[in-house]
């Protein structure tokens, strides 16, 4: 193979660049025609700089309102959030997407004013506004320049605890949802996700049923109003801040705004965990415009509060967390099936869910399908080597930091830590956790929960199942919106 | 032996001392900025700024090539991006994808983009491993191993995987056909890699060529930002770039030569799916000075939240349009707004295009109030903070003042140069620039 060191031979340099250079190949000694320590990578500082996150400092007002406030000094930028502790999951079957409308709701009106003096209100003062439902909480989030904080916990307080729902507001707010659960049926990835939930949490409240867009059609003013009254609570909420304030000087502002929001908590219990999947069950979903199938393989774990959490995460990381992991190397770089394959998990409040996930070429789906539950399977056969287990935990450790550098990434850790009642381990205790970790714990989480063979979910075009499906069956072929159309089935066998 | 040992001494008086006087070490704590920094320059022409933060264990290491596309000549479409792919595919002494390898396995994140005027490389990692990142980033300035195999295949795997996009996304294509009419200067206005065609007719000539002249020092700037200690960087900098040799000066990229139309341009396209709609974009060349301030508090007027003037007249009052967005594109002296508008159906393009230009012309008529104004200016300041805060945004925006061609110190009055603008001033702007000869328009819509 040719091999071209490229460099500029044609350069002239200055003659003090030239002796700064002598004197560098002088000081590398014999090593040849480049400095000694250019050939190897050079070992980290000796002092690891540990991540220490500030407190989240935490009252709870007379009202059951929980307030939590973390100082980050040299952030201009606050972020307000009021947390409800409520989500997807909460909506009742037969009005899936239910919370996320309610949400949604949020600041298109009051008894006193309309939804463009709203809108107009809340960005007078430069601040962004937004709604985020998962499957067990919502999160409304206000991001404002420090010197508002004040009025934006006034706004706050005025749209959330004096909404109303009406017809008008509910109808734009029905069609942007409509015009985006439309849109998202074209994205693969999506649709692989929604399927994998549909599959795995069948009759389950984290099912997630608002995979066609028409189910957003029947909710109705009233629907809203019963959530909203059902959940939007004090004792079911919380109010946060997170930015470079005084902590204790907010919260007391915030208690003198919502001290008088009344109501107690719903009766809630979280869902039991489902029985992890443990058959062959192959769907697909057809998705007309992909460019390329995408793949998912998944099945249910357990909850973040579970003592196997952290040596899952190493676990997750060892299959597929980056271009160097198992997945990545066997589909991508060893047998050429993907264009990238990598590895997920979603935790809730009960339970969770990892994947993996790929994108190949639709002639490779059967050989990329059939590769994915090897590298899971084999994974669950035994512990992985220790020198593995260590460039997972490194990987993680190292990574830790990047999820709270900026105001949107603290802030929805926060939300998270909060609105799931979690312990100090999984707020800045990570660190220590997965250092704990080692190779015949992974294995043991490896056992647990790859044994089980998981789900496997294929996004592609509806003319590539007739070629490139041969030696996958039975499969069940699902539309964009979830619906059930065939099941292929082997040759020879009845329909 | 000891004429010898005297010549080694007196190299080494002689160069140690250089070495800590490669460039002036000037410390920048600008009053309208949230972060200080440092800037200096190596003996090789290498640019380096330093931004000290240790509020996190993490560190930003950024270099930035004045390597973009407006350094490719015609024929070259391509080139740019290919050598910034190239760039991962190995080094004297680090294997090909080693690079990526090396940073996840700490658990950093890197990436790369190329633009018009610069190709960007940055990692950001545990601040402990300040020295593996330099070490990487020095390996490929100093000696990158391009060969014939890792050309072809870069190539190939970068023109399947663009064709793959334009298949699944239909809008894609229209982006840069676009670009060429608002941009009517081949050089400025051709895609990053248009239809893959001309990046497989590249010679590994041109490639080493385009790699030779324009990944050098002397055309580069390294910005570190993050949990550093000053000093301990500097030796470190020395340390892993000082012995690159530099290259020849690179050439200035030329002015746009653009042909300007009489009237509006105006073209139809269709597209294999989605939906109808239209790009609309307004051309500023040449700006003046201060008037790059008044198009920043216009795009937060017109584009800005829920209540900038276009999104609430089409989404809202109009209902003539289902999406709508827009961003300032800013390549080296040309600035143009763009807007980018899926129609609710194909017969609300026209009014939307209308009701987008009565909106400018309201401009151009009645001053902006001074709520409308505080609120822009309010968004903008927060917007602009928010970038700032991490290592990265620190590290691209003095990366792209640096490849814009501003001083650095100039960066402290440039958000209260944003802020002062005045709805005089705004008014004169607007009138001045948004006239038919500027504007551009591509329509589209489903076969």
């Not at chain 1, 709701?105 to 939804?115: D, E, F, P, V, Y």
Request: charged share 25%; hydrophobic share 45%; net charge neutral.
């Amino acid at each position: 193979m040719k091999l071209l060191i490229v460099r500029d031979r044609s350069a002239v340099p200055d003659a003090c660049f030239w002796l700064a250079a002598a004197l560098g190949l002088i000081l590398a000694g014999p090593a040849g025609a480049q400095e000694r320590f250019r050939r190897t990578p050079p070992l980290p500082d000796a002092q690891r700089l540990e991540l220490k996150l500030p407190a989240v400092e935490t009252t709870v007002l007379a009202n059951g309102l929980t307030v939590a406030t973390a100082r980050r000094p040299g952030s201009p930028v606050v972020t307000l959030q009021l947390v409800i502790r409520a989500g997807e999951a909460d909506s009742p079957p037969d009005r899936p997407g239910l919370a996320a409308l309610t949400a949604r709701m949020i600041g298109k009106g009051t008894r006193q004013l309309s939804a463009d003096y709203i809108e107009n209100m809340i960005e007078s003062l430069g601040a962004v506004f937004k709604a985020s439902v998962f499957m067990d909480y919502t999160v409304l989030t206000m991001d404002v320049l420090a010197e508002y904080l004040d009025r934006a916990v006034y706004v706050l307080r005025l749209i959330t605890l004096e909404a109303t729902f009406g017809e008008r507001e509910l109808g734009a707010v029905r069609r942007a949802a409509f015009w985006e659960l439309y849109e998202s049926k074209k994205d693969p990835e999506v649709l692989g996700w929604r399927q994998l939930l549909a599959v795995l949490f069948e009759k389950h409240p984290y099912r997630l049923a608002t995979q066609n867009e028409d189910v957003i059609k029947f909710i109705t003013p009233r629907d809203v109003a019963d959530f909203y009254g059902r959940f939007y609570r004090p004792a079911n909420a919380a109010v946060l801040v997170s930015g470079d304030v005084d902590g204790p000087a907010i919260a007391q502002k915030i208690g003198s705004h919502f001290s008088a929001w009344s109501g107690a908590a719903p009766a809630q219990a979280p869902p039991p965990p489902p029985a992890a999947n443990d058959r062959e069950r192959i769907c697909y979903v057809e998705a007309p415009e992909a460019g390329a199938a995408t793949i998912f393989a998944g099945n249910v774990i357990m909850a973040s509060s579970a003592p196997d959490f952290f040596p899952f995460l190493v676990l997750k990381q060892i299959l597929g967390g980056t271009t160097g992991s198992r997945l990545f190397m066997s589909l991508r770089e060893t047998k050429g099936l993907a264009t990238f394959a990598f590895s997920e998990m979603e935790v809730f409040r009960s339970c969770g869910v990892y994947w993996a996930r790929a994108q190949v070429r639709p002639e490779a789906i059967v050989p990329a399908v059939r590769e994915t539950e090897r590298v899971i399977g084999g994974l669950a056969a035994g512990p992985p080597p220790p020198f593995e287990v260590e460039e997972a935990k490194s990987y993680l450790i190292g990574s830790l930091p990047l999820r709270f550098e900026s105001a949107e990434g603290f802030a929805e850790w926060m939300a998270r830590y909060v609105a799931l009642g979690l312990g100090q381990a999984q707020w800045d205790g990570g660190t220590e956790a997965i250092k704990q970790v080692n190779a015949e714990m992974v294995g043991e989480t490896a056992r647990k929960y790859l044994s089980a063979r998981p789900v496997v979910i294929v996004v592609g075009r509806p003319e590539w199942i007739g070629p490139y499906l041969g030696g996958l069956e039975p499969v069940e072929i699902y539309d964009a919106s979830g619906q059930l159309k065939s099941t292929t089935r082997k040759q020879g066998e009845g329909r | 032996m000891q004429k010898a040992a005297r010549i080694f001494i007196a190299l080494a008086v002689l160069a140690v001392p250089a070495s800590r006087a490669a460039g002036q070490l000037d410390t920048v704590t600008p009053a309208s900025l949230p972060f200080s920094f440092q800037e200096y320059r190596l003996r090789n022409g290498l640019r380096v700024v330093l931004s000290a933060d240790d509020r996190l264990p993490l560190v930003t290491v950024a270099v930035g090539y004045s390597a973009g596309t407006l350094r490719e000549r015609p024929g070259q479409e391509g080139l740019a991006f290919l050598l910034e792919n190239l760039m991962f595919q190995g080094s004297e002494n680090i294997s090909p994808l080693q690079h990526i390898a090396f940073i996840q396995k700490v658990g950093g994140e890197l990436n790369a983009t190329t633009t018009a005027d610069k190709a960007l490389f940055y990692e950001t990692l545990p601040s402990n491993q300040l020295a593996l990142a330099l070490w990487l980033e020095s390996d490929r300035m100093k000696s990158l191993a391009i060969t014939p195999a890792a050309i072809l295949r870069t190539r190939s795997e970068l023109v399947s995987e663009h064709r793959a996009r334009l298949r699944s996304d239909p809008y894609l294509s229209t982006f840069a056909l676009f670009d060429t009419l608002l941009f009517p200067d081949d050089l400025y206005g051709h895609p990053l890699i248009g239809d893959g065609l001309r990046m497989d007719g590249l010679t590994e000539t041109e490639i080493l060529e385009f790699h030779r002249t324009y990944y050098v020092p002397n055309n580069a700037v390294l910005c570190i930002a993050g949990n550093i200690d000053t000093a301990r960087t500097r030796e470190l900098v020395a340390r892993y770039f000082d012995s690159i040799p530099p290259g020849l000066d690179s050439p200035i990229p030329p002015r746009p030569a653009f042909k300007r139309e009489n009237d509006a341009v105006v073209r139809d396209v269709r597209i294999p799916a989605g939906s109808a709609g239209f790009h609309m974009g307004f051309r500023f060349f040449p700006l003046q000075r201060g008037e790059a301030d008044c198009l920043r508090i216009l795009e937060y007027i017109l584009l800005e939240g829920e209540t900038s003037r276009l999104r609430s007249r089409l989404l809202k009052r109009d209902l003539t349009a289902r999406y709508l967005t827009g961003a300032l594109d800013e390549r080296l002296s040309v600035a143009t707004l763009k807007v980018f508008c899926l129609a609710t159906n194909a017969v609300m393009i026209a009014r939307s295009e209308k009701a987008i230009l009565s909106e400018i012309d309201r401009l151009k008529t009645n001053a902006v109030s001074p709520e409308e104004l505080g609120r822009a200016r309010r968004r903008y300041k927060g917007d602009h903070l928010e970038r700032l805060s991490t290592n990265l945004g620190r590290a691209r925006y003095l990366v792209d003042a640096w490849s814009s061609g501003k001083s650095l110190a100039a960066l402290d009055g440039e958000l209260n140069g944003v802020l002062g603008v005045t709805p005089q001033a705004l008014t004169s702007f607007v009138s001045r620039y948004f006239i038919p000869q500027n504007r551009v328009v591509l329509r589209f819509a489903p076969q």
